[in-house]
Every structure is written in structure tokens, then in C-alpha cells.
């Protein structure tokens, strides 16, 4: 099995920073591209930034400029590095990645369980 799990969440002022890390662990043989989304109650689940497994990125309009995704193959892990944190960042944010588990398969879309992010004075 495939577990994803995210770490780094919490509260800080608007302003601050957080980085927010996404481990990748189980049975695997490759990863594809890896992101982020975040959730608020009553919306949907909208990307945050992306990244490929050559390192290509796509960042969502709200957080350019001001997030950063990278991420290390060789650890199997993606990052966010949330610089100006605002009020309206605040959210569940979840880690989602492409990942096969043998050679003979496509990917498959697995998600972290997610972690809070606060940001509020």
C-alpha cells in the first residue's frame, strides 16, 4: 500500500511563513506529478501548486509570488514553502501524487489525510 502524509501545519500570524512537507512511503516504483490543494468548509478542493517529476511547476494565480513547491525524488517527497501568509490561506491542505506500484501500471491518484493551516492573528 501507498501512504502519503503531510506534516508542518499549524497557526501563525498573517505575514509569516510555514513549509509544509509530504512523505510518500509503501510500495512504489515510480511518482509522477506530485501537488498540493486546499480545502475550506463549503468549497472545493482547489490546486495549489504543482510539480512535475522533472520539476516543471503551476502555481494557482492566488499564491504567485508568494508559494513554493519543490520537491526531492530522492527522498520521495514534495514540499510547500508558504511565504505572506494571509488570512484567506487558511485551510486544510492536502498532498496528492501520482504514483504507480509496478512497471505494467499507470498511476494512480493518492491523497494525504491533510493538515490545518492557520492564518490568524
Known amino acids: 500500500q501507498v501512504q502519503l502524509v503531510e506534516s508542518g501545519g499549524g497557526l501563525v500570524q498573517p505575514g509569516g511563513s510555514l513549509r509544509l512537507s509530504c512523505a510518500a512511503s509503501g510500495s512504489i516504483f515510480r511518482i509522477g506529478a506530485m501537488g498540493w490543494y486546499r480545502q475550506t468548509p463549503g468549497k472545493r478542493r482547489e490546486l495549489v501548486a504543482a510539480?512535475?517529476?522533472?520539476?516543471?511547476?503551476n502555481y494557482a494565480d492566488s499564491v504567485k509570488g508568494r508559494f513554493t513547491i519543490s520537491r526531492d525524488n530522492a527522498k520521495n517527497t514534495v514540499y510547500l514553502q508558504m511565504n505572506s501568509l494571509r488570512p484567506e490561506d487558511t485551510a486544510v491542505y492536502y498532498c496528492n501524487a501520482d504514483i504507480a506500484t509496478s512497471r505494467l501500471e499507470h498511476g494512480m491518484d493518492y491523497w494525504g489525510k491533510g493538515t490545518l493551516v492557520t492564518v490568524s492573528s
Open positions: 510539480i512535475t517529476s522533472v520539476h516543471g511547476t
